[in-house]
């Protein structure tokens, strides 16, 4: 492995990643809320959540951040190496492991990790060994 050194950005990785763990403690401790998208926008679309302003605010957000950025910075540019199929099925299965999980990557490796939830770090773990043995398998196996 090599490091990308002109697109090694340490300092604003760094303050992203808190500015992620801020904005998910003041949920927790304001709202009393676990910053986990999946379950955020899940709760938005069942019968009556449209009434709970902090998610509507909370996707707001979401929506918001890169189309401020973009007003600031051009985009990178977007390569996609996967057909349409493959990205369909993709968001299946991730979406089918956030609901078997109960949570998403934001929900158990954000917040339930930094809450010292065991049933997160078996689920981020899992996440994770996932993730890993998809690239190895693509990148080496299968030739992508």
Same mark, same amino acid.
């Given at each position: 492995?090599?490091?990308?050194?002109?697109?090694?950005?340490?300092?604003?990785?760094?303050?992203?990643?808190?500015?992620?763990?801020?904005?998910?403690?003041?949920?927790?401790?304001?709202?009393?809320?676990?910053?986990?998208?999946?379950?955020?926008?899940?709760?938005?679309?069942?019968?009556?959540?449209?009434?709970?302003?902090?998610?509507?605010?909370?996707?707001?957000?979401?929506?918001?951040?890169?189309?401020?950025?973009?007003? /600031?910075?051009?985009?990178?540019?977007?390569?996609?190496?996967?057909?349409?199929?493959?990205?369909?099925?993709?968001?299946?299965?991730?979406? %089918?492991?956030?609901?078997?999980?109960?949570?998403? /990557?934001?929900?158990?490796?954000?917040?339930?990790?930094?809450?010292?939830?065991?049933?997160?770090?078996?689920?981020?773990?899992?996440?994770?060994?996932?993730?890993?043995? /998809?690239? %190895?398998?693509?990148?080496?196996?299968?030739?992508?």
């Amino acid at each position: 492995m090599m490091v990308d050194w002109v697109n090694f950005t340490p300092i604003k990785s760094l303050l992203g990643g808190a500015m992620i763990g801020l904005s998910a403690a003041l949920l927790i401790l304001l709202n009393g809320r676990i910053a986990g998208i999946s379950g955020v926008l899940g709760g938005l679309l069942t019968a009556g959540g449209w009434r709970d302003r902090w998610r509507i605010s909370f996707v707001a957000g979401l929506v918001a951040a890169p189309v401020l950025y973009v007003l /600031t910075r051009p985009l990178p540019p977007i390569v996609i190496q996967a057909s349409v199929p493959f990205l369909i099925l993709g968001g299946l299965l991730v979406g %089918f492991g956030a609901r078997a999980a109960s949570g998403c /990557t934001s929900g158990h490796g954000v917040c339930g990790i930094s809450r010292g939830s065991i049933r997160s770090v078996a689920a981020t773990l899992t996440f994770m060994a996932a993730g890993f043995v /998809t690239v %190895f398998a693509i990148r080496h196996l299968w030739g992508g």
